[in-house]
């Protein structure tokens, strides 16, 4: 397999490198990065904020807290709490005037992407959006393949009501690669999402002349 | 003083209340309606979803998570967390394309408006989020008159900026009668905000014009 500079992480052969070497990597904060699909987006959203591209930040995890101690002299201490469900996607913020509203997922499934990575909720809430005009996606990860796509919420909503009627309960990979957009990991941000926004812009655009005219 | 139906709060004398039925009250989870600023927003942020006019949410408060058990059979419980600065406003989303971002203080003084109850990281997010074409706000409430401003962001920042200069630590309200608008309580939504937004548009679509011409 081919080294992925590209994608920001650098490959490093285990045989090359010391067994202490390694274990020192692994406890600097950095020894995180370009794991996940969620670190890749907050390092993109941080490039686009700092370089005044957009504004666009994870929401916190919901949490139900039950029970904070207060000890003297020091910061209070949550001692029982629960994660809750969130009702909201994980993603939104700001794009030269347009709001944008997204989900990141990851799959290990090498040739569909399941629906079960999706909540109703979430679902309702990207319809509220789109009809507020928002513009609102996913961005999908196969893990193994490291491919990546973007996929307007509009196309998700459809294959998600489709499950009731064909019982497909999840979007194959050649379907993506129709309908959705492919990305490639690049240094700085790592995922560019923004070049398919802008895509998807133009395209709300040229509707709107066309009903103009 | 007066007995303020409009704004959605019963009035009721606690002679003519038996002790015994007021604790019920305070028991059922109504009890904390239209307390605090807070309650007030969210109430109205749900009017304007359910009624599909806008889609704003107040973000989670960020936790940092440190310790959290597994229990068999029941969901996982946090045992250590501490409460994190947030590095944004509190509330956003989207109203007819536009991006909404404000952030929702009160305070117990009668004449003016300490900026303490601001801070460097949410002025420098509304400076981010205005340099992005955001509708950018504060909405703020004196809790001993129940008087409501919403005062836009670049006046804020005005103030905050102006703090080195000449030293003062609070918006006077007789300023703030002049830079911001007065909102009124209704009963539903309890505050709202969207009628002052609407007024922000039109502005902003006026100077787009002027631009044009």
Known sequence: MAIRYPNGKTYIHSDKVPPKK??????????????????????SNQYYLVKGKAVIHKKPTP????????????AAVIKEAYFRQASTTDYNGVYEGY???FEAKETKNKLS??????????????????????????IMRFTTSER?????????????????????KSIQ?????????????????????????DQLIAKLEHV????IE
């Open 22 to 43: 390694q274990l020192n990597k692994q406890l600097t904060s950095f020894s995180k990065r370009g794991m996940s699909l969620e670190d890749d987006i907050n390092a």
């Open 63 to 74: 949490i139900q807290i039950v029970k904070v101690d207060y000890p003297k002299r020091s």
């Open 99 to 101: 709001y944008l509203d």
């Open 113 to 138: 992407f399941p629906l079960k990575n999706f909540h109703d909720h979430q679902i309702v809430h990207m319809q509220q959006c789109i009809e507020q005009q928002a513009i609102c996606f996913v």
């Open 148 to 168: 990546l796509f973007l996929l307007e919420a509009v196309h998700l909503i459809e294959y998600w009501n489709n499950q009731q009627q064909d019982g497909r």
């Open 173 to 197: 990979l050649k379907e993506l690669e129709k309908s959705g957009y492919e990305m490639y990991y690049e240094l700085s941000p790592r995922i560019p999402y923004l070049k398919v926004v």
């Open 208 to 211: 709107d002349t066309l009903a």
